[in-house]
């Protein structure tokens, strides 16, 4: 059974720094494309960066493009996603998310089949 399990969510004021991490189990993730989502309250759920697990390629939103990275620990199986000069905007549920597909499609949520639970994340103005 697939589990996905992110950790690391809490409060931060704005200019701080986060890191959340997501712990994947249960099949071979090396053909996978692991991402992170959010979802603010009343907000659709938007995507927020890509990695490949097999190699270094990565893809970010505009909006956290040069402030967030997105990175993985192939020992550990996990993602991590360190957040830093969070705006209260950043303010969301994050999920962590796998699937498989071309790069282009790595920021649409129809490509993942995997979800974790998701942390909470909360930037204070």
């Known amino acids: 059974q697939v589990q996905l399990v992110e950790s690391g969510g809490g409060l931060v004021q704005a200019g701080g720094s986060l890191r959340v991490s997501c712990a994947a189990s249960g099949r071979t993730f090396s053909t996978y494309v692991m991402g992170w989502f959010r979802q603010a309250p009343g907000k659709e759920r938007e995507f927020v960066a890509a990695i490949a697990w097999s190699n270094d390629s990565t893809y970010y939103a505009d909006s956290v493009k040069g402030r967030f990275t997105i990175s993985r620990d192939n020992a550990k199986s996990t993602v991590y996603l360190q957040m830093s000069s969070l705006k209260f905007e950043d303010t969301a549920v994050y999920y962590c998310?796998?699937?498989?597909?071309?790069?282009?499609?790595?920021?649409?949520?129809?490509?993942?089949?995997?979800w974790g639970q998701g942390t909470q994340v909360t930037v204070s103005s």
């Open positions: 998310a796998a699937g498989r597909g071309y790069s282009r499609s790595w920021d649409r949520r129809s490509l993942y089949n995997y």
